[in-house]
């Protein structure tokens, strides 16, 4: 069964003129449809890879996915139940909040500067009322940065003490400390040295194995999402062309543009 569905995905973006200078030059609205009509789900346990260029869809498809953007149409479906749906109560929609959670692509941007480890960490498991003790959230947040490969000094440290990779472990044990069931990686590794990248994906493999985390994974690189999908979606200009699973799509890709991509995929060594 899956934990994900998006069906019918649709976004749009008015990029129109105000409505004044529209009536006075007789312009018509210009919509950009970003996503247009996408269908995936994702099993329980497993990585769906979404792929495509800048400008794709991909990103929008990823904010929608976690609950930061409404959709124009369609729906995203957790668990049988549908992110969107006008009936649900305030309660229900931090109980979806909590099972959803993402990382986002710059370590830079996504983490507060002005805020030590311990506190960015620690701010999650208070706003959704996980532990209540400040034993009990030390003691996890610890926990936590045991599970990415960091220290128990590092709690104290800032963001800016870090190096790139350490801060996307930062923004890893963020994401987890929530007790997720389904991870967006938005771009995760393309900020960092090849050599970085691969540690980090080795990190977020054990982790899915480790508390059977469901991902899904955004990237415009077929060599990096061909080492965590179980299936890879491609996207051009907001559709979804071509859905295989990732031994298929690098075998026998079935459209031009995914032969493409698979061209001037890098070679990754793990």
């Known amino acids: 069964m899956s934990l994900i569905v998006a069906n019918e995905l649709t976004c749009e973006f008015d990029l129109s003129n105000p409505l004044l200078l529209r009536l006075l030059t007789l312009q018509p609205k210009r919509l950009l449809r970003a996503v247009d009509m996408v269908n995936f789900s994702v ?26 953007l409404n959709p124009t149409s ?19 929609k931090q109980a979806i909040r909590r099972r959803i959670q993402m990382i986002f692509q710059s370590p830079h941007a996504s983490l507060n500067p002005r805020w030590r480890v311990g506190d960015i960490l620690a701010e999650p498991i208070k706003a959704f009322g996980l532990i209540s003790s400040q034993h009990g959230q030390n003691m996890r947040v610890l926990e936590l940065l045991d599970q990415v490969g960091l220290s128990s000094g590092d709690i104290k440290k800032y963001p800016h003490e870090f190096s790139g990779g ?25 900020a960092l040295d090849v050599s970085v990248q691969a540690q980090v994906l080795n990190l977020l493999k054990f982790l899915q194995n480790e508390f059977s985390l469901t991902y899904l994974f955004i990237t415009h690189d077929l060599a990096v999402v061909s080492t965590m999908a179980n299936n890879i979606g491609v996207l051009k200009d907001g559709k ?17 543009y995914t032969r493409i991509l698979l061209e001037s995929a890098p070679k990754m060594d793990f």
């Open 74 to 92: 369609g729906s995203v479906v957790l668990d049988g139940k549908n992110l969107y749906d006008p009936a649900t109560s305030y309660q229900e």
């Open 43 to 68: 099993k329980k346990g497993t990585t769906y890879g979404l792929v495509g260029e800048s400008g794709s869809g991909k990103s929008t498809i990823a904010k929608m996915v976690a609950g930061l």
């Open 240 to 256: 979804l062309i071509e859905e295989q699973t990732t031994n298929e799509i690098f075998m026998n890709p079935e459209h031009d």
């Open 166 to 190: 350490q801060r996307q472990r930062i923004s890893i044990a963020r994401a987890l400390s929530s007790n997720p069931e389904v991870i967006i990686c938005d771009e995760p590794t393309s």
